[in-house]
């Protein structure tokens, strides 16, 4: 084939030379690709610059090819030169400083001699097609079965780049594309098929609309679904379904998803075009049954350097994204988790499956139970108590047990940087977080409870005034709390000590600390039998059927009307506030808190083309060796490409060394579990003190981060792509 070898950068150099020259010529536009005129006149430059003539078809083809517009290409160039465009405006990334060229000359193979062909005259797109792809393959691709998951940015350009190429828009083709998501203020910016007009529109449908604008023989042949594809809908996406297509195409936004579709597509043997964007980083993976890797055969690195500390974050913040991240977790068991337990408590309750694991929240259940909302009010009064017990409260606790002057062993302040010490911000009904808070907590708690009221949006300034009103009138006794904290400030105390005294007597006979133990044991079953037997009477009173189902909410960033971002960022700046922190403002907490990475549409446009133009080697059918892995980060201009990475098989010497250093890992194990226990208990007295500080409501239940995992394979060495 004319494609084994193309030669050097010096050929390169020489077609260039031959296009300049041709461009420059008065015969350009008489010029016919693969045609005798333009063998002509490349052997007439040849001449005059010395070139091999032996190297003449080879010139032919790239010079005939250059007088084409392929429009998959020209959407990956043109994402390459827009965003160094953008470096030279902003100054911002490392240019290209050097030549660069990119082809795809794998997608002609299969086509017999090009150069003999009789190409004629180019009158349309579908025709430039044709040439590069050849008659046969250019009917498979029209007759295409494909499902592409996700609507978003990169959904968007990929759905551009088949409307352009006609994909699917023959008789037997058909696309289908699904997104549960509709379209936001945020999306417009990069998501280039959407309009303001299409504002909480279906993502899927107005994608399909659009392209079908674009490429009206699409019409009858793409059908937009709004259901995501998980195991909840594989009564729509069965195994019946996915063995029909010929490919499925990848525009996902999260790792679980991803998972997802690749153990779908593995399972009935459909190759998957796997692909992602991180702001300016990208990558395009090619997932094809029994010859290459597929999603899941390779992990990225955890990165545990982005964790932050417990105690960092419940009680000694250093930096405002420590209040940030406080307040997003805040939410998360506020309004998630909480809602989804306190549902499975009752039920526990009505049916007798309680366990003494769940005594902490069984009480919590008695204690909602009791002060449960009925209407707006008390919601109202509820977020007030919230804000008391976190911002007022909390501060002080946290002050009676490290005082302001209290010292550390060494003789230094225990309040000394980055440790900062904290300051109760009183309620102001003029301070706007003041009054954000109330009207989001109002409005969640509402929400979560199902109590109706008039105002749909919490950041109405009817809703405003209205919660203003109510919230003056409700009065907190804070002398009568603050007698609970103290009253529960000498019960930690007293075990603190009994921790301590514990500590200094370890070699004392084992028999007393064992009937301590049964004793404790014994009240802590006497105490949860106790609560056990009043929930289930008080369920039982109520009727399980007129106890209200609590609403569970996920956290959703694109929806500003739904208080939640409100919440985080009032939490957020009041935290910031009790620490002498500078507060973020709103549109800072939405992008930190949704953990959102501006999309850039030039990293859309580069990787939706290399996607593209994997799908064209698929349906041509081409050799294992042509398909490549891409990784691209546009800021630094590194731009990788591999072959696609071929199943990997484990040997049976390699099993046994695994397996060897699985038992050396365990003796290892053994060996260090004392070690493990020392440090453990020295710990014990510290992190109980600290857990007694912390509230005794649902917030104590959990702890976590609930973390939106964004991946970027690639730019990571391992053992199988080194």
């Known amino acids: 084939m004319i494609l084994k070898s193309l030669g050097d950068n010096t050929f390169i150099t020489q077609c260039f030379n031959i296009i300049n020259k041709l461009k420059n010529s008065q015969i350009q536009n008489n010029l016919i690709p693969f045609d005798k ?17 032996k190297n003449i078809n080879k010139y032919i083809l790239i010079c005939s090819l250059y007088m084409f517009q392929f429009p998959t290409l020209a959407a990956f160039l043109g994402g390459l030169a827009a965003q160094e465009a953008i470096k030279s405006i902003t100054k911002k990334y490392m240019p290209i400083n050097q030549y660069m060229t990119y082809d795809c000359l794998e997608l002609i193979e299969n086509n017999g001699n090009i150069l003999e062909q009789n190409i004629g005259e180019v009158k349309n797109k579908d025709d430039i097609i ?48 699904t ?43 793409i059908f937009a679904k709004n259901e995501k594809v998980c195991e909840q809908t594989e009564y729509i996406f069965s195994d019946n379904f996915f063995k029909k297509l010929d490919v499925v ?8 998803a991803r998972k997802y579709v690749d153990l779908r597509c593995t399972n009935n043997k459909v190759s998957l075009l796997e692909s992602g964007t991180h702001g300016p980083k990208g990558h395009v993976q090619v997932i094809i049954p029994n010859k290459t890797e597929n999603y899941t055969s390779q992990e990225d690195p955890e ?76 919601c109202v009064k509820l977020a007030k108590e919230k804000y008391f017990k976190v911002f007022v409260y909390n501060i002080k606790k946290l002050l009676m047990v490290y005082p302001l002057d209290k010292k550390d062993k060494e003789g230094n302040l225990f309040w000394s940087l980055p440790k900062r010490p904290p300051k109760i911000i009183n309620f102001d009904i003029k301070n706007d977080l003041c009054i954000n808070f109330i009207c ?28 203003i009103i109510i919230v003056d009138r409700i009065k907190i006794d804070e002398k009568k709390e603050f007698e609970k904290i103290s009253l529960n400030l000498n019960l930690i105390n007293e075990k603190y000590q009994k921790l301590e005294e514990k500590d200094k007597n370890k070699d004392k006979d084992e ?41 569970s909410v996920e956290f959703e960033k694109d929806n500003d009307s739904n208080g939640q971002i409100d919440l985080i960022h009032s939490m957020c700046g009041l935290r910031a506030l009790n620490y002498s922190l500078i507060p973020y403002d709103w549109i800072t907490v939405k992008i930190k808190a949704g953990k959102i990475i501006p999309a850039l549409s030039t990293t859309t446009s580069c990787i939706s083309a290399l996607q593209t133009l994997e799908l064209l080697k698929l349906i041509k059918g081409l050799d294992i060796k042509y398909f490549r892995n891409s990784f691209l980060v546009l800021c630094t201009a590194v731009f990788l490409s591999v072959i696609a990475f071929p199943v990997f098989s484990q040997s049976a010497e390699d099993a046994s060394i695994a397996d ?32 007694a500080i912390e509230e005794t409501d649902a917030d104590d239940w959990y702890y976590g981060k609930n973390v939106r995992d964004v991946r970027f394979k690639g730019l990571v060495t391992t053992k199988k792509n080194e």
């Open 303 to 378: 990165n545990s350097g982005d964790e932050i500390p417990q105690c960092t974050l419940k009680m000694f913040p250093e930096e405002t994204i420590h209040c940030l991240e406080w307040a997003r977790d805040q939410f998360g068991k506020n309004f998630t988790q909480f809602p989804q337990d306190f549902n499975k408590i009752i039920y526990g309750a009505n049916n007798n499956l309680l366990n003494k694991d769940e005594f902490k929240k069984i009480k919590t259940c008695l204690k909602w139970l009791k002060k449960s909302p009925k209407n707006l009010e008390d």
């Open 37 to 53: 005129s333009i063998r002509e006149a490349i052997l007439k430059i040849c001449k005059e610059y010395s070139y091999d003539i």
């Open 130 to 177: 044709k040439i590069v792809f050849g008659e046969l393959y250019f009917k498979k691709l029209k007759n295409l079965n494909l499902l592409q998951v996700g609507a978003g940015a990169i959904g968007c350009e990929l759905l551009k780049n088949f409307a352009v190429l006609g994909i699917g828009d023959a008789s037997l083709g058909k696309i289908f594309i």
């Open 249 to 256: 195409v990848n525009a996902l936004d999260n790792v679980n």
């Open 179 to 221: 997104d549960p998501d509709v379209i936001e203020v945020s999306n417009l910016t990069r998501q280039f098929l959407f309009r303001e007009k299409h504002l909480r529109l279906p993502k899927s449908s107005t994608a399909a609309a659009a392209a079908v604008q674009m490429n009206n023989n699409l019409k009858g042949h």
């Open 440 to 467: 989001a907590y109002t409005y969640l708690i509402a929400n979560m409870f199902n109590i109706p009221f008039k105002f749909k949006n919490p950041k109405s300034e009817e809703f405003k005034n209205e919660i």
């Open 660 to 691: 060897t250093s699985v038992e050396d890992s365990a003796d290892r194990d053994e060996s260090s579990a004392s070690e493990e226990e020392i440090s453990a208990d020295e710990k014990t007295a510290e992190e109980e003190k600290s857990s």
């Open 511 to 551: 028999i007393d600390e064992n009937n301590e133990n049964n004793i404790n044991n014994k009240f802590d079953d006497i105490e949860f039998e106790n609560a056990k037997k009043e929930l289930v009477n008080f369920v039982q009173k109520i009727g399980f059927d007129k106890i209200p189902k609590l609403i």
